[in-house]
């Protein structure tokens, strides 16, 4: 156990943890993968657990707890080998609830908060449009104030949980004259007249509904809007700190359980009359890797104890989210090729991680544009600061 971030009550969460995955999500993984459905009772015993409400305030049913929680359910969810399944979780969890916790008023958080806490009410987040999802200052829905509402009119597209959630955290253009300056966001019950969602099919997170949404003359309250109008852009900005980091987590953490298990594999498999583990061409490529992701795993733990403590970590979640999908992407590559034919197939875990790794580069800012950020904060010294409070 690494003692410097984890304490034994970590420890312990961790193997409650693993062991209630065990029992209550990998039973039912393969049947979610197939239908692309996540059924509703698995939420509900999230909540009933309190892993959805791990860093969320005591008041609204969470559990207020360090960073290093996440971490953990994070890395744990990892191991149950279903990326779509960990997306629904952390989407909810860590892309729409940041939004209603850091922005939401006492009442949305009771109504959306808490029962997002409670695993009674999934969200997500509405960013990414079909013309365009680098670009978030280029999106094109717009929200319209008239009387004491907003009229939301546009689409998003590959949204996760984008269908079977309960309320959207959108964002939208209320001042379009006025580019990135003018976009606020709100929080949508799913049932508003209006609005639909199509599910999308996809290379890997099979388990997972990414979801096409249209709004079409949407009337929402105004009191619905999250924090303050025109905002949306730099709280946007400030919770991908989190997210990129999230992703770097992911990332080291399939690419650890893609290692243990080929490694395992290796040491029971015969070829030319000794196990695949003493061909020292293969044994190379795992230690690389391992020293690789053993790399990441440190520095994301690192960013991780800082943005614990509040700092704003926009420069080291954007490398984070950069190099673990990388290295990620690179290890289960190569795990799988040590596998063999068995590599390709089904049957066995290495495929499906496959498939799921892809996203990592792509979801939640590309590479490109990772890159594009560390250039201007690198080569052009860009400060950023944070909107609100970290
Ligand atoms: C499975 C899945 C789940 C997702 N979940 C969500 C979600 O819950 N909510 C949400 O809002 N979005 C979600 N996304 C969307 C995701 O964040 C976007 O796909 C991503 O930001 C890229 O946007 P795009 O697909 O429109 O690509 P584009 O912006 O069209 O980019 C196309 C290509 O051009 C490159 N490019 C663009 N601009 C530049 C530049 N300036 N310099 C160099 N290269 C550039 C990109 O890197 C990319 O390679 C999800 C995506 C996937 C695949």
Redesign the pocket.
């Known amino acids: 156990m690494d003692t410097r971030y984890f304490s034994e009550e970590h420890h312990l969460f961790r193997e409650s943890l693993r062991d209630f995955l065990k029992k209550e999500v990998v039973p039912h993984i393969d049947k979610w993968e197939k239908t692309g459905t996540i059924e509703r009772f698995i939420w509900k015993k999230f909540g009933d657990m309190g892993y959805l409400g791990l860093t969320y305030p005591i008041h609204y049913g969470g559990m207020d707890l360090d960073l290093f929680y996440m971490v953990i359910l994070l890395e744990e969810l990892q191991r149950v080998n279903s990326g779509g399944f960990a997306?629904a979780i952390w989407?909810h969890m860590y892309?729409a609830m940041t939004h209603l916790n850091k922005e939401g008023d006492h009442r949305i958080k009771t109504e959306y908060l808490a029962p997002s806490i409670a695993g009674d009410k999934i969200g997500?987040?509405?960013?990414?449009?079909p013309f365009?999802?680098?670009?978030v200052a280029g999106m094109r829905t717009t929200a319209v104030k008239k009387g004491d509402t907003y009229v939301l009119n546009g689409s998003?597209?590959?949204?996760?949980?984008?269908v079977y959630s309960d309320y959207l955290v959108v964002t939208a253009k209320t001042s379009p004259e006025l580019g990135n300056k003018g976009i606020s966001i709100f929080v949508v019950d799913r049932e508003t007249l209006g609005i639909s969602a199509t599910k999308l099919d996809?290379l890997?997170?099979r388990a997972?509904d990414?979801g096409e949404i249209a709004f079409d003359n949407v009337v929402i309250p105004e009191e619905n809007l999250l924090g303050e109008e025109g905002k949306g852009f730099p709280y946007i900005m400030q919770h991908f700190s989190l997210e990129r980091l999230i992703m770097g987590i992911n990332a080291h953490a399939r690419a650890e359980y893609a290692l243990e298990y080929t490694l395992n594999y290796m040491s029971e498999r015969d070829a030319f009359g000794k196990k695949i583990n003493q061909f020292q061409a293969l044994r190379h490529t795992i230690v690389e890797r391992t020293a690789e992701v053993e790399m990441c795993k440190e520095f994301n733990y690192s960013v991780a104890e800082r943005l614990n403590k509040s700092e704003y970590v926009v420069k080291e979640a954007t490398m984070s989210k950069l190099l673990s999908t990388r290295i990620a992407d690179g290890t289960v590559y190569d795990c799988l090729q040590m596998l063999g034919g068995y590599g390709y197939m089904e049957d066995y875990p290495l495929a499906r991680l496959l498939r799921d790794s892809r996203?990592g580069p792509?979801?939640?800012?590309?590479?490109?544009?990772l890159?594009?950020i560390l250039s201007k904060i690198i080569i052009d010294k860009k400060t950023y600061k944070p909107a609100t409070k970290v």
Not at 124 to 129: D, Y
Not at 362 to 369: A, D, Q, V
């Open positions: 997306a989407a892309l997500c987040l509405c960013i990414t449009e365009g999802g680098s670009d998003k597209t590959f949204i996760t949980n984008g996809k890997g997170w997972s990414t996203c792509i979801g939640g800012g590309t590479s490109e544009i890159k594009e």
